[in-house]
């Protein structure tokens, strides 16, 4: 059994609930124990592995806070939403360290001084 985080809700245990309807590809979502109570549910997904990966990342890391490049740096070349008073744009750091943005240095011109990750590209439908 996969690993998967406590419900980011209540706290309590969560586990794989698997569909798999005869004759077609089986889908799985996580879902919360506590029904009664809390009911959080995770949206389906192809793969045990994808589900959980989705539902283990949403815990604790909130989309929306932005990280201190004074706490931590995100991966050279990883693609990140950063901010420079006052704009926000996507940007990524150099393998030296540099922050660019397609294609040109930026640390020349402005001061990053957060960023957070990209959010998930949205699924294909069907
Ligand atoms: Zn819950």
């Not at 589900?51 to 990280?67: D, H, K, L, T, Y």
Request: a negative charge; hydrophobic letters at 35%.
């Amino acid at each position: 059994m996969p690993e998967l985080k406590p419900c980011p809700f209540c706290g309590g245990e969560a586990r794989i609930i698997v569909s798999h309807p005869a004759g077609a590809y089986p889908s799985y979502y996580v879902a919360c124990s506590n029904i009664k109570d809390c009911g959080a549910k995770f949206e389906w997904y192809d793969t045990e592995a994808e589900v959980v990966a989705a539902w283990n990342r949403r815990e604790g890391a909130s989309m929306n806070e932005w990280i201190s490049v004074e706490d931590r740096l995100p991966s050279p070349g990883e693609r990140v939403i950063a901010a420079w008073f006052p704009m926000t744009g996507e940007a990524y750091l150099s393998q030296s360290g540099k922050w660019c943005r397609s294609g040109y240095i930026m640390d020349t011109v402005y001061t990053i001084t957060h960023w957070m990750p990209l959010p998930e590209p949205p699924r294909k439908e069907g």
